[in-house]
C-alpha cells in the first residue's frame, strides 16, 4: 500500500525508491508498535517526510534539519515565517515526543551522510544487459 501511496513505480530497478520505501515502512511500523493513534501516526509519518524533504528538495545539512525538527517538534516558528506550523504535536505525550526524536535520530540523522549521497550525488546508469 505504501508503495502505491508513494507513487514509487520503479522499486523493482531503482535504488533510491527501494531505500525510501523501506525508510517509510520503518517508521509505520515503529509507529504502530508504539500503539500510536491515527492522528497520532498521521503527524509521525508527516514529520518523517518533513525531515526527509528538508534534507531532499531543501538541500539542509544535518545541523539545519535538526533545528528545524526543533521548531517543529516544540511549535517555534520562524519570526519572518508566514507558514504556520504543520503538524499538531500535542496529541503526543512527553515521553513519546522523545521516543520520536530517538527514532528518528537513528533512523535518519545517523545515516544522515548516506541520505545525502542518494539524494545529490550524480550516478552512473546502472547496466541492466550486456545491449
Known amino acids: 500500500k505504501l508503495e502505491e501511496f508513494l507513487n514509487l513505480t520503479q522499486l523493482k530497478t531503482s535504488l533510491k525508491e527501494a531505500i525510501l520505501l523501506d525508510y517509510y515502512t520503518a517508521g509505520f511500523w515503529w509507529a ?10 498521521s503527524g ?3 514529520l518523517l517526510n ?7 528538495s531543501k538541500h539542509m545539512t544535518l545541523g539545519d534539519n535538526l533545528k528545524e525538527l526543533e521548531r517543529a517538534m516544540t511549535g ?3 519570526p519572518e515565517s508566514e507558514e504556520k506550523s504543520l503538524f499538531d504535536l500535542s496529541s503526543f505525550s512527553i515521553e513519546q515526543a522523545k521516543a520520536i526524536i530517538d ?6 540523522f545517523k545515516h544522515y551522510k548516506a541520505y545525502e549521497y542518494l ?12 545491449e
Open 50 to 56: 518533513f525531515t526527509l524533504e528538508n534534507l531532499s
Open 103 to 108: 527514532y528518528l535520530v537513528t533512523s535518519l
Open 32 to 41: 504502530k508498535e508504539m500503539n500510536f493513534s491515527l492522528i497520532q501516526l
Open 119 to 130: 539524494f545529490h550525488c550524480r550516478r552512473e546508469e546502472p547496466v541492466l544487459s550486456n
Open 44 to 46: 509521525f509519518m508527516d
Open 76 to 78: 517555534i516558528e520562524e
